[in-house]
């Protein structure tokens, strides 16, 4: 991380950080997309177990970066939430 002298520069860094995590949504979504594949109906979509593993696997990553995973912990509830609804979508309409 750069320690940033402005505003400015603070939220161009953002703007940088921004475009990489778009891509790496994006290539996450693809991956949920692909596990329909794997699914044999629209009840095995949302899986509690794994969204559980998901979610500690992240806020301890979080601690390790020294980060409050409470933050980390709502981002990913509620990207999985939307992931969860995307793969449904896909799942009714391929």
């Known amino acids: 991380m750069v ?3 402005s505003l400015g520069e603070i939220r ?3 703007d940088s950080l921004d475009m990489e995590i778009v891509s790496l949504l994006v290539r996450r979504g693809k991956y949920v997309q692909q596990a329909i ?6 009840s095995k979509i949302e899986d509690k177990k794994r969204v559980d593993e998901i979610i ?4 301890s990553y979080s601690r390790e970066l020294n980060f409050d995973p409470t933050v980390i912990e709502k981002i990913y ?14 799942f009714l309409n391929p």
């Open 56 to 59: 500690a696997k992240v806020t």
């Open 3 to 5: 320690n940033c002298s």
């Open 12 to 14: 161009k860094n953002i």
């Open 37 to 42: 594949k794997f699914k044999s109906n629209y």
């Open 77 to 90: 509830s509620f990207l999985i939430e939307v992931y969860i609804q995307f793969e449904k979508k896909k």
